[in-house]
Each structure stands twice: as structure tokens, then as C-alpha cells.
């Protein structure tokens, strides 16, 4: 979707190395949520973040929300194999639970 | 915690006939249920707002008959695939949370259509 736009599409690091995903909505963000997915599973849910300057944590991965409410980043910390997967932005933009998908990071992380 | 659980993971079927997946959320009500199609190597789209006890909002170029939607309880949402087509194969996932909040995601149906 054009309203949302996630980067890098695809990233691949090595074991130890720390990177950081974006997403950046053309609107104002009434709510961002972070999911991973592997391909043709289901999605975890990672984190969600509503209010401006939110920053949430949960063992090596750490997502904020700037103080404008329209971008976020999702950063891991010492990236391990197990991280590999899809990470997926879905943003909810008017209010209503309805959540639109980002295009998707592909990570891939080698030893 | 809550979870979502949905079924069948896979079905294969022949052209022109229907499909039901079902969503169920198992520890919590919801009274909203949303359904998502995501074709290979995509990002989610939202097909429909499923609503308990209501008729379901559908998103700009979704055919409603074509999808049925019935969400008869607040733990069931179904989705129907109506005389299927190859071009429907795709991979369909519902998601659902407490108070409404579309945190959880079922592990999705994968529909091929031979």
C-alpha cells in the first residue's frame, strides 16, 4: 500500500550484527504493530505501539514510534538465525481496528 | 494468551466448488474478526471486517458474494469461498483480539483451486 511503506524489502546479515527496519506511513498512526511471519504460516505478534516517543522492548528486539506518530523502526540487537522470517508493519490509520500491511522485510541471518 | 485458531491449514478443491474457513478465537470474545488474503511473497490485504451478529463491511474490490462471511457467535467467524476459481488460490488469514484489537493472527488457510 501506498500509505504505508516498509525498508529495507530485504536484508540479509550476519550472526552478531544488529539492524533496524523502518516503516513510514503517509498518515497519522493510530496504532503500529509489529508481526514476524515465516512464509505460509501465520504471524507473531511482536509489539504495538500508539502513543508518540513509544519505544518497546522484548529481549533483543526493540520498536519505536516517533513523536509524530507516522514512523516506526524495529531494531534487533545481535541478530541470531532464529530471527530469519518476514517482519511485517501493519498500521491502523483511521481509528478503526483495520489494520494495512507494509510490503515486508525478508531477513535472512547466516552464521 | 490469546489465541486464534484456524482451519482447515490447507484445502484443495476443484473448480466451482466452495470452500469454508473457519476463525475461532479460543480464550476471548470477538465481537470483530478480520480477514486477510496474501498472494506469494505479498503483503497481507484486507478483504472484510467480519462483525458478530451483523452483516460484514468489505474492503473497495472485494466481491461479497463471492466471499461470504457469517459470524454467528462471538468466537466463530467463517469465510466462504464461493464457486471457487484457480485465480482464488491464495493464502487466507483471519485475525482477531480482545476488545476488538487486531492483535492475533490465525496460522492461515492455504486454498488451491485445480
Known amino acids: 500500500s501506498q500509505e504505508l511503506e516498509q525498508s529495507p524489502q530485504s536484508l540479509i546479515v550476519q550472526e552478531g550484527k544488529n539492524l533496524t527496519i523502518n516503516c513510514t506511513s503517509s498518515?497519522?498512526?493510530?496504532?503500529l504493530y509489529w508481526y514476524k511471519q515465516k512464509y505460509g504460516e501465520g504471524l507473531i505478534f511482536l509489539m504495538m505501539l500508539q502513543k508518540g516517543g513509544e519505544e518497546k522492548s522484548h529481549e533483543k528486539i526493540t520498536a519505536k514510534l516517533d513523536e509524530k506518530k507516522q514512523q516506526s523502526s524495529l531494531h534487533i540487537t545481535a541478530s541470531q538465525p532464529s530471527h530469519a522470517g518476514i517482519y511485517l508493519c501493519g498500521a491502523d490509520t483511521y481509528n478503526t481496528d483495520k489494520l494495512i500491511f507494509g510490503t515486508g522485510t525478508r531477513l535472512q541471518v547466516f552464521p | 494468551g490469546a489465541v486464534v485458531s484456524q482451519h482447515p491449514s490447507w484445502v484443495i478443491c476443484k473448480s466451482g466448488t466452495s470452500v469454508k474457513i473457519e476463525c475461532r478465537s479460543l480464550d476471548f470474545q470477538a465481537t470483530t474478526m478480520f480477514w486477510y488474503r496474501q498472494f506469494p511473497k505479498q503483503s497481507l490485504m484486507l478483504m472484510a471486517t467480519s462483525n458478530e451478529g451483523s452483516k460484514a463491511t468489505y474492503e473497495q474490490g472485494v466481491e461479497k458474494d463471492k466471499f461470504l462471511i457469517n459470524h454467528a457467535s462471538l468466537t466463530l467467524s467463517t469465510l466462504t469461498v464461493t464457486s471457487a476459481h484457480p485465480e482464488d488460490s491464495s493464502f487466507y488469514i483471519c485475525s482477531a483480539g480482545p476488545g476488538g484489537s487486531p492483535l492475533h493472527f490465525g496460522n492461515g488457510t492455504r486454498l488451491t483451486v485445480t
Open positions: 498518515k497519522t498512526l493510530y496504532g
